[in-house]
């Protein structure tokens, strides 16, 4: 099916809402804005079956964000294509620094037609959920890690410190530096301090 058979569907996607343009096949047809639709999946649904009455072949885009995967899948799904593409690698126009809704979603139709958009690689549901897990797992270390210096910072100005080989085992929270006596205190501190303390590699024992 040559271009001339095919629309180019730019959606600028939000939490709430997507804006959607169409670009005709023909190179120089026609680019409108047609509208905002809610992100839902109803709506989406209810957004392609309406383009595909057109008996055109449908090429879907929109910019690689927050909203993550889940509308290419759809729209795959449905039985169309779907590009997810690169934000920083979007031509931008010199002197255009107005961004809105509807225009990106105009730019996107146009520049989809003119196949100068760069797709990204969309993972699978089961390569996602590592990723996500990764990310969990990394966050999670920062966070303790953060947790631990200010335990630290905290007890040294208690005059309290550890003075065995290894921190941050069941001996180290064995040690005489670590007793009821201040934990009242700590509850004022960091949140993070108090969860650190009840994390099962660190437990305190009185």
Not at 103 to 118: F, K, P, Q, V, W
Not at 121 to 143: K, L, Q, S
Not at 150 to 175: D, E, M, P
Request: include cysteine; charged fraction near 25%.
């Amino acid at each position: 099916m040559t271009s001339e058979h095919a629309a180019f569907i730019g959606l600028d996607t939000s939490k709430l809402k997507i804006s959607v343009a169409i670009a005709e096949g023909e190179r120089n047809g026609e680019v409108r804005f047609l509208g905002d639709i809610s992100s839902e999946p109803t709506s989406v649904a209810a957004l392609v079956k309406k383009l595909a009455k057109r008996g055109v072949k449908l090429h879907f885009c929109y910019e690689a964000g927050p909203t993550g995967y889940g509308l290419y899948r759809q729209i795959v799904e449905l039985g169309h294509e779907c590009s997810v593409v690169a934000p920083s690698l979007v031509p931008k126009r010199a002197g255009d620094r107005v961004k809105t809704n509807r225009r990106d979603a105009i730019s996107l139709a146009r520049l989809h037609r003119a196949g100068e958009l760069t797709p990204v690689w969309v993972p699978d549901e089961a390569h996602e959920a590592i990723r996500d897990m990764v990310r969990a797992r990394d966050a999670a270390f920062e966070a303790q890690k953060q947790a631990r210096q200010q335990l630290n910072s905290f007890l040294l100005r208690h005059g309290r410190y550890y003075t065995g080989r290894k921190a941050w085992t069941r001996a180290h929270g064995r040690g005489w530096h670590l007793k009821r006596s201040i934990i009242p205190r700590i509850k004022f501190c960091s949140p993070n301090i108090v969860r650190l303390l009840r994390v099962p590699e660190f437990v305190l024992i009185d």
